[in-house]
């Protein structure tokens, strides 16, 4: 108890919250209890606003009658990757939203968007002022290719890329350079797959979507005809699913343009493959055999066994117009066969280069572990090491891999585990909690002013509204300013 209003009175020195108000805010009465009569409700914190602290929070709520979830979100709207990461020709996959719209709007739920952990409030003060926290705030880093060239213009992520054409603010400016005919995706995930799809499709499809119109209008004027998608090992280990595959051979008016070398002995290990993958490579030497040579304006194409090492500059040393890739032998076989090089190298012409190797969690706090070599918050089944109370969930917690699915059988598991360690007496909730009041009114203080769900669902009309008038799902608001206007109007 003394090590508690120890802390909590330097919680109280450092951002001027008077005693009297945190006294005030702790007393206050905890929300009603069902189902556990005695002892305060468990209030739990939940740092992001994506598929993982969405699908943590309705496990929570659903397991425990008496919990109460808040979640912080940086920016004004929800949804994480869902909004800013699903292409926007897959519609479908973004009816998850519902979901998380309930659960937003549950009772003993609330959404505070507007506020970065780690800049506005720190992951500390929210484990003063909850029972537990959880870290789902994903991975909003870039792995880089670590190759001479790669600032050259010319060459950007796949994040970035994505964050453009979805309408992630901070990418709003990104022009990318669609004036050369070739555009090279490095990787084969399928990332990787979304890019070259959009960069390919049609305009008439992508104009029904929610695509931004600057995005629009750019892959209107677009000169990219060819789309090669480079990976450093074979077609046995490629990255992508057989859907995403398939959107890509379906792709109107553009063939599929492969090097029948770069499946020397993939007929003879058919057989002996798992089911899924087996699917995969027909479907692949399907695309490979069909090229066809009917008239088309596009195409794209796989090559393998290359990695890149240097992005080739133009005359003027700025830009980029090519790059070069190392052949690779494999060592090993199936998923775990390794790529290593054989000496040899090939140059690509091209003018456009995406990096599509993959998303990196960065750390956001100096307070919480973090493993730079495997870029997690460290855990053991969702619990922080070494940290009573922290937890983590989604992409944070096992890397930047796997689909809604996966990540929402994660955050239950994370809210399970959490669970047992209220049942076990491991995390104590038998001390009041002044949760969202303490840290709205600290946030106060700092001039930081959040977004409710109510208020996004302004923004999410207005959105609706700009978008049925040009025959779009929505029109996404781009500026966070303009966001918080509309919210707060
Ligand atoms: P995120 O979705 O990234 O959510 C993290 C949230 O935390 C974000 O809202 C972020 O703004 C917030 N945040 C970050 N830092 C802070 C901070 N300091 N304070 C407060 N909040 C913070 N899966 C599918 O099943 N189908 C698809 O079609 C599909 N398409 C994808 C397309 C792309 C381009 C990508 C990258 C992934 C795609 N996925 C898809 C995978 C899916 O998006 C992920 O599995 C899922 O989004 C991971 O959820 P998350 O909550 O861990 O991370
Ligand atoms: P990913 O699936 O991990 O693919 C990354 C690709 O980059 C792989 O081909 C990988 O090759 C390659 N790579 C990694 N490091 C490299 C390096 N240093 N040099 C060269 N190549 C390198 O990642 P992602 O495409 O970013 O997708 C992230 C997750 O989101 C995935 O789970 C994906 O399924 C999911 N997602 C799903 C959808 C969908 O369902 N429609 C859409 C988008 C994303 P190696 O295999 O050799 O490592």
Redesign the pocket.
């Known amino acids: 108890m003394e090590m508690i209003s120890r802390i909590r009175s330097s919680v109280i020195r450092m951002h001027s919250l008077s005693r009297a108000s945190w006294r005030l805010l702790v007393a206050r009465r905890p929300p009603v209890v069902r189902g556990y009569s005695s002892g305060p409700a468990p209030r739990v914190c939940i740092v992001g606003g994506g598929p993982a602290g969405f699908y943590t929070a309705q496990q929570l709520l659903k397991a425990r009658q008496d919990a109460v979830v808040d979640i912080y979100e940086r920016l004004p709207v929800p949804f994480g990757l869902v909004r800013f990461?699903?292409?926007p020709d897959?519609p479908e996959?973004k009816n998850v939203i519902n979901t998380f719209t309930q659960t937003a709007q549950h009772e003993r739920c609330s959404f505070h968007g507007n506020v970065t952990v780690g800049k506005d409030v720190s992951v500390e003060e929210l484990r003063q002022a909850y029972h537990a926290v959880v870290l789902s705030y994903g991975a909003d880093g870039n792995?880089s290719?670590e190759i001479p060239g790669e600032d050259l213009s010319g060459v950007i992520s796949?994040k970035d890329f994505v964050g453009w054409y979805n309408g992630l603010p901070a990418n709003k400016e990104l022009c990318p350079d669609l004036s050369s005919e070739t555009a090279v995706i490095?990787?084969?995930?399928?990332?990787?797959l979304?890019v070259a799809r959009i960069l390919l499709s049609p305009h008439e499809m992508l104009k029904k979507t929610d695509i931004t119109q600057h995005a629009l209008d750019a892959l209107a004027g677009s000169s990219v005809r060819r789309v090669l998608i480079i990976?450093?090992?074979g077609p046995l280990?490629?990255?992508c699913?057989i859907?995403?595959l398939r959107e890509m051979v379906n792709l109107p008016n553009t063939r599929a343009d492969m090097l029948p070398s770069d499946f020397e002995g993939v007929a003879e290990t058919l057989k002996d493959l798992p089911r899924p993958r087996k699917r995969l490579t027909e479907l692949l030497m399907k695309a490979m055999n069909g090229g066809g040579d009917g008239p088309v304006e596009n195409s794209w194409g796989f090559r393998f066994c290359r990695?890149?090492v240097e992005v080739l500059s133009g005359p003027d040393g700025k830009r980029a117009a090519g790059i070069r890739l190392a052949f690779n032998k494999l060592e090993g076989s199936g998923e775990v066969a390794r790529?290593v090089p054989t000496g040899q190298f090939e140059d690509v012409e091209c003018g456009l280069i995406i990096s599509?190797?993959?998303?990196k969690t960065i750390p956001i706090d100096p307070d919480v572990p973090f493993d730079p070599r495997r870029a997690i918050v460290p855990n053991d089944m969702g619990r922080v090491q070494d940290t009573t109370g922290l937890y983590c969930s989604g992409w944070v917690k096992r890397g930047?891999?796997?689909?809604i699915a996966t990540t929402m059988n994660d955050s239950f598991d994370t809210a399970r585990i959490l669970l047992q360690d209220i049942e076990a007496g491991k995390l104590d909730v038998s001390i009041n909690k002044p949760g969202a009041q303490a840290i709205t009114a600290l946030l106060q203080t700092r001039g930081v002013k959040t977004v409710l769900f109510s208020e996004w669902e302004k923004i999410d009309a207005e959105e609706e509204s700009r978008g049925k008038s040009v025959g779009k799902p929505r029109e996404k608001l781009l500026n966070v300013e303009e966001m918080l206007k509309l919210a707060w109007s």
Do not use: F
């Open positions: 990461g699903v292409a897959h996959v792995r290719m796949a490095l990787g084969q995930g399928n990332v990787a979304d990976g450093r090992r280990q490629i990255a699913t859907k995403e990695s890149p790529a599509s190797i993959g998303y930047p891999t796997g689909v």
